[in-house]
């Protein structure tokens, strides 16, 4: 088992331990890594830093624990954003 994974509907399942799932959470969340292939280079190191300077945690380009936790929780908390909306259009719909 992955010590930093999400798993939702809406992302499906990311293994944010490798560098591809880290790549591929990044693009889900709006950082554009470049190609998702498991190399940690300057375009994902880019990404990274933009998305450390949206979290506001410590900005240096890589992928370390905080990094990893950081994209878990963003992840958890756009499915669970985006599953809020789904369950109001739902009930309005119910409801009309």
Known sequence: MAMFEHNSEKFGYIN??????????????????????????????????AFQAHASIGIDGKIGKQTRQALASELAEKSKVELAEKSQVELAEKAT
């Open 16 to 49: 944010i331990d490798d560098i591809d799932g880290a790549q591929k959470a990044l693009s889900k969340l709006g950082f554009d890594p470049g190609k998702i292939d498991g190399i940690d280079g300057p375009n994902t190191q880019k990404a990274v830093r």
